[in-house]
């Protein structure tokens, strides 16, 4: 095993990327079917989610982002599945804004969710601790965005939640996956909506996250492409990374009415910079969204492994990390791409 590096600023992997950046999946169930995540004919009445005993409890996540602080994360997300349909998320957000007072550190707490329940849960959520939202979004076109999430909910009902959000006093980002022939004729329209409102509109290349969603490069819109189809009608302007290890490339509208980005996981990969560790929801540590398998940390948690023992073993885990699977993408075959077992992006939230 490689010798560990343990610097003031936290623990650093074998190319020396810093682990900031921790997301917490709190279930593995969701209320949509997205034809990019969750394919309705996978993920059918009898697909077996986990159950309740199963999953990580309130407190067993609290320990583990103790454990994550003392390793030097400064920011804590929440994913699912959907989040809130993980009963009392309340109650674990501020679990977790009380880490806050420990030992200076002071991280941000974000969800990312579909939408489908934050205008009933946004006043809650920031009163518990939520410094920010991300919603996913992938069309306006309301016939479209019922055929994409596959369950007829309505893209008003999102709109609606994301007002709420705004009006609770959180920050606002959207997400939308751009998957060719589906949705990529949205994108002026979603860019045009959202200008001016201070929510920042970010489009993701579709990607070859799991194997149930029958990717093909053949569907993926490159970022560069997306940037000058806005550009055309909307003079952008490049904006320097407001962090390191940040996903997205920022453009801003030159007119001033906000900004946009754009995170190019295909096309431009950015494991270079990747300080992200993913917890999926029954306790497994996973250290690339394309990671083939996970550490058990709820075994030591149940096992009775004391804080100390915790947070040795997360740095243990990253100090051998050695990731980078969106860098050799393309060096490997068709076939090598599909014999690789990959986590599905609903079970350690994307």
Same mark, same amino acid.
């Given at each position: /095993?490689?010798? #560990?590096?343990?610097?003031?600023?936290?623990?650093?992997?074998?190319?020396?990327?810093?682990?900031?950046?921790?997301?917490?999946?709190?279930?593995?169930?969701?209320?949509?079917?997205?034809?990019?995540?969750?394919?309705?004919?996978?993920? !059918?009445?009898?697909?077996?989610?986990?159950?309740?005993?199963?999953?990580?409890?309130?407190?067993?996540?609290?320990?583990?982002?103790?454990?994550?602080?003392?390793?030097?994360?400064?920011?804590?997300?929440? $994913?699912?599945?959907?989040?809130?349909?993980?009963?009392?998320?309340?109650?674990?957000?501020?679990?977790?804004?009380?880490?806050?007072? #420990?030992?200076?550190?002071?991280?941000?707490?974000?969800?990312?969710?579909?939408?489908?329940? #934050?205008?009933?849960?946004?006043?809650?959520?920031?009163?518990?601790?939520?410094?920010?939202? $991300?919603?996913?979004?992938?069309?306006?076109?309301?016939?479209?965005?019922?055929?994409?999430?596959?369950?007829?909910?309505? *893209?008003?009902? *999102?709109?609606?939640?994301?007002?709420?959000?705004?009006?609770?006093? /959180?920050?606002?980002?959207?997400?939308?996956? *751009?998957?060719?022939?589906?949705?990529?004729?949205?994108?002026?329209?979603?860019?045009?909506?959202?200008?001016?409102?201070?929510?920042?509109?970010?489009?993701?290349?579709?990607?070859? *996250? !799991?194997?149930?969603?029958?990717?093909?490069?053949?569907?993926?819109?490159?970022?560069?492409?997306?940037?000058?189809?806005?550009?055309? @009608?909307?003079?952008?302007?490049?904006?320097?990374?407001?962090?390191?290890?940040?996903?997205?490339?920022?453009?801003?509208?030159?007119?001033?009415?906000?900004?946009?980005?754009?995170?190019?996981?295909?096309?431009?990969?950015?494991? !270079?910079?990747?300080?992200? %560790?993913?917890?999926?929801?029954?306790?497994?540590?996973?250290?690339?969204?394309?990671? $083939?398998?996970?550490?058990?940390?709820? %075994?030591?948690?149940?096992?009775?492994?004391?804080?100390?023992?915790?947070?040795?073993?997360? %740095?243990?885990?990253?100090?051998?990390?050695?990731? @980078?699977?969106?860098?050799?993408?393309?060096?490997?075959?068709?076939?090598?791409?599909?014999?690789?077992?990959?986590?599905?992006?609903?079970?350690?939230?994307?």
């Amino acid at each position: /095993m490689s010798p #560990l590096k343990l610097p003031s600023t936290g623990v650093l992997d074998t190319r020396d990327r810093p682990l900031r950046d921790l997301r917490i999946s709190v279930t593995d169930r969701c209320n949509f079917r997205c034809v990019y995540c969750m394919p309705r004919e996978v993920f !059918g009445r009898d697909y077996a989610f986990l159950e309740r005993h199963e999953l990580l409890t309130f407190e067993e996540i609290e320990r583990i982002a103790r454990a994550a602080l003392a390793n030097g994360v400064r920011k804590l997300r929440l $994913t699912g599945g959907e989040p809130l349909l993980r009963r009392g998320i309340e109650e674990l957000v501020s679990r977790l804004a009380a880490l806050r007072t #420990l030992g200076g550190s002071k991280p941000e707490i974000a969800l990312t969710t579909n939408g489908s329940a #934050l205008a009933v849960k946004a006043e809650a959520l920031k009163a518990a601790g939520v410094d920010r939202v $991300t919603v996913s979004i992938d069309s306006l076109d309301d016939q479209l965005f019922r055929r994409m999430n596959d369950v007829e909910f309505p *893209v008003a009902r *999102v709109l609606q939640g994301i007002d709420a959000a705004q009006a609770a006093g /959180m920050p606002v980002k959207l997400n939308t996956v *751009v998957k060719r022939g589906l949705n990529d004729g949205e994108i002026l329209s979603l860019a045009e909506h959202f200008r001016g409102t201070g929510h920042v509109l970010r489009f993701i290349e579709y990607m070859d *996250v !799991g194997a149930t969603n029958g990717w093909s490069l053949d569907e993926v819109v490159p970022s560069a492409e997306i940037v000058a189809t806005i550009a055309a @009608r909307f003079p952008l302007e490049q904006v320097a990374p407001s962090a390191p290890g940040e996903t997205a490339k920022r453009w801003r509208y030159a007119d001033g009415s906000g900004e946009i980005g754009v995170i190019s996981s295909v096309t431009n990969a950015f494991c !270079g910079t990747c300080n992200r %560790a993913r917890l999926s929801t029954e306790g497994r540590l996973f250290t690339c969204l394309f990671a $083939t398998e996970g550490h058990d940390l709820r %075994a030591l948690l149940r096992g009775g492994a004391d804080d100390d023992e915790l947070t040795a073993t997360l %740095a243990r885990i990253w100090g051998v990390r050695d990731d @980078r699977y969106s860098e050799i993408r393309s060096s490997l075959t068709p076939e090598l791409r599909a014999d690789r077992h990959r986590i599905e992006m609903s079970y350690i939230g994307g």
